[in-house]
């Protein structure tokens, strides 16, 4: 999978004016040649069949995938890079991505020759908007939230979609022209990465004062959430009428971890107009891992259980741990991949998914942060996980990579590691 987001959602805003200059478009070219021939390997049409399998949960062997998302700008520093365009050395990190997963890492990722184009767009926000306060935009950062009083809630609005239709079009023509002879280019926007809302919730209100909420302004702390959903559930009404859903059933990174390879999806009456039924949703509250399950259960998953209705499949979790909650997660409709955090109880996640549900393992990323991590200790943690969950239907997710510790060696050898104890079991 190949995505550049030139959306203005979050990203950069770059369009097809900017053009792609003749040098650019050698190395770009040479680049995409190699993509192409990596997807043509045979060992890419067993990984797919994999994925299949185990989407379904069918028993396979433990799947790896690696994504050292910020750990990128140590594996590919900007050195790397050759092409002189900003756009053109995007889709050129893009591409390296691809070559460096499939000659480097070798997890269980599939290289597919396929580069996806998105909108070009903008979504606004919900009519107040957090002030981020940070040293490093890759740092930690504080903000001041918007909603200082529940009587400004008058002066939220639900975010729209803005799609600029010409630019759009320009900008997959190019992606066409340079690539189109060697790479299938489609277009695919990601709209949104969760549909939790407790993320907006505490960007708008701040987490401390939602914490008090739970207790001191339970009404309104449920008013807010109502909005939200529907706002939510308006959003996406409008990306289905406007045609802009994508289907995500390929190696479209879903949820928290994992790629959506489905024979279930889309649904069976799917005839080339992509809803969310079609795909797979995806809901996570890491922000209220504080709270209790009763309040979670109150002021948090019914909000988000009428969004997760609309998608065919569901992941459900990320960071925070599901053990206390589980019995309350159980409601989310056709939940399939379910994530195990690094706070969670391995042998008490395995006990409750079964055979049921994707286990999504998490390792803690810190074991990668350090220039010499104790891959001994590594390598033991994994067994033990996967002895506990030899049971279930495992995927092993290494993510949320802040750094590799400045060595690209070390999500190297956790590949190796992680491939290993999987082929072993």
Request: aromatic fraction near 10%; hydrophobic fraction near 40%.
């Amino acid at each position: 999978m190949i995505a550049h987001s030139a959306s203005r959602i979050g990203s950069d805003g770059w369009t097809a004016k900017e053009g792609i200059a003749a040098s650019d478009r050698v190395l770009l070219r040479e680049l995409a040649h190699r993509v192409r021939e990596l997807s043509e390997r045979p060992i890419e049409a067993e990984k797919r069949q994999l994925w299949l399998d185990h989407n379904e949960l069918k028993a396979t062997r433990p799947v790896v995938f690696c994504d050292p998302e910020h750990g990128w700008t140590e594996i590919l520093p900007e050195s790397v890079l050759a092409c002189r365009g900003d756009m053109a050395r995007s889709w050129e990190m893009l591409l390296r991505k691809e070559i460096f997963w499939a000659e480097g890492m070798r997890d269980d990722k599939v290289i597919e020759a396929v580069f996806r184009v998105p909108h070009v767009s903008r979504l606004t926000g919900w009519g107040l908007s957090e002030r981020k306060i940070q040293h490093d935009e890759q740092g930690s950062y504080v903000w001041e939230a918007p909603l200082t009083d529940y009587a400004m809630m008058d002066r939220l609005r639900f975010p729209q979609v803005e799609v600029d239709e010409a630019d759009s079009r320009d900008l997959l023509d190019l992606a066409r022209e340079v690539f189109g002879d060697i790479l299938e280019v489609r277009r695919h926007s990601t709209w949104w990465w969760t549909l939790g809302m407790t993320w907006t919730l505490v960007n708008l209100r701040g987490l401390s004062q939602v914490l008090y909420d739970f207790l001191d302004n339970s009404d309104s702390l449920h008013s807010l959430m109502a909005f939200l959903r529907d706002g939510t559930l308006s959003l996406l009404d409008r990306l289905e009428q406007q045609d802009l859903l994508a289907l995500n059933n390929d190696g479209t990174y879903v949820g928290s971890g994992g790629f959506g390879w489905s024979r279930e999806l889309p649904a069976p009456d799917f005839a080339g107009h992509v809803r969310t039924r079609d795909m797979w949703g995806f809901g996570e509250s890491q922000e209220t891992t504080c709270v209790s399950p009763e309040m979670f259960a109150e002021f948090v998953l019914p909000y988000q259980v009428p969004v997760l209705d609309r998608f065919g499949l569901n992941c459900y979790g990320c960071c925070e741990p599901l053990d206390a909650r589980w019995q309350h997660v159980l409601q989310v409709p056709r939940l399939r991949r379910v994530s195990v955090s690094p706070w969670a109880s391995v042998p008490g996640m395995a006990e409750r998914l079964g055979e049921r549900y994707i286990f999504s393992y998490k390792p803690n990323p810190a074991y990668l942060a350090t220039p010499t991590p104790d891959f001994g200790a590594i390598r033991s943690r994994l067994r033990e996980t996967l002895a506990a969950a030899r049971h279930n239907r495992m995927e092993i997710i290494m993510k949320d990579n802040h750094t590799l510790g400045g060595s690209a060696a070390n999500a190297v050898e956790w590949c190796r590691i992680a491939m290993e104890e999987s082929l072993s079991i």
